[in-house]
T-cell receptor, first 116, second 112 residues
Framework: AQKITQTQPGMFVQEKEAVTLDCTYD???????LFWYKQPSSGEMIFLIY????DQQNATEGRYSLNFQKARKSANLVISASQLGDSAMYFC?????????????WGAGTKLIIKP | DAGVIQSPRHEVTEMGQEVTLRCKPI?????LFWYRQTMMRGLELLIY????????DSGMPEDRFSAKMPNASFSTLKIQPSEPRDSAVYFC??????????FGEGSRLTVL
């Protein structure tokens, strides 16, 4: 069955340091997409980055990059040069058409706190 | 471009009352999702529609919950009668095929 695991319930990181948020997934579908979302304390869910299972390159969006290791079934989010505004909950999610009928399967989230 | 629009943003009601939450998805998107988020249970998918047709409503808690999508630009989630345990933030999200979901700002429901 499809599953997303985020093993870090919470993290403290010093401002300006790089951050890696872990995400592992499980699916038998050869075609799938992986997503990261940010939820600040204000509550909105903000899409950050997407990686397709057939993409050869790791996805990047500004300070966000996705370290995609297909054989290990991991899709870690890397935030470079962290800022105070990066403090938020971060969710990893997967969409596998065959496994989950196009629904997103969500991880439990990681609460990231950036220290000044 | 307008994002996903939800109303009301906040709703406080008494137990037993009917609650209707509304959602306008992004124009052109063909999938619409209703989620509920609580501290205890995290983010739960309630129902999702594809091309206005409900595809999976297995997440709808019980018969008190119902959702409709009469056209591509409007959906409602109704709770009747409401109970205190329904208090949560309800998100609507839309997407185009298998792309990323775009979320509304959420409707915070408090049932007293």
């Amino acid at each position: 069955a499809q599953k997303i695991t985020q093993t870090q319930p919470g993290m403290f990181v010093q401002e300006k340091e790089a951050v890696t948020l872990d995400c592992t997934y499980d699916t038998s579908d050869p075609s799938y997409g992986l997503f990261w979302y940010k939820q600040p304390s204000s509550g909105e869910m903000i899409f950050l980055i997407y990686q397709g299972s057939y993409d050869q390159q790791n996805a990047t969006e500004g300070r966000y990059s996705l370290n995609f290791q297909k054989a290990r079934k991991s899709a870690n989010l890397v935030i470079s040069a962290s800022q105070l505004g990066d403090s938020a909950m971060y969710f990893c999610a997967m969409r596998a058409p065959m496994d989950s009928n196009y629904q997103l399967i969500w991880g439990a989230g990681t609460k990231l706190i950036i220290k000044p | 471009d307008a994002g996903v629009i939800q109303s009301p943003r906040h709703e406080v009601t008494e137990m037993g009352q009917e609650v209707t939450l509304r959602c306008k998805p992004i124009s052109g998107h063909n999938s619409l999702f209703w989620y509920r988020q609580t501290m205890m249970r995290g983010l739960e998918l309630l129902i999702y529609f594809n091309n206005n047709v409900p595809i999976d409503d297995s997440g709808m808690p019980e018969d008190r919950f119902s959702a409709k999508m009469p056209n591509a630009s409007f959906s409602t989630l109704k709770i009747q009668p409401s109970e205190p345990r329904d208090s949560a933030v309800y998100f609507c999200a839309s997407s185009l095929y298998t792309g990323e979901l775009f979320f509304g700002e959420g409707s915070r429901l408090t049932v007293l």
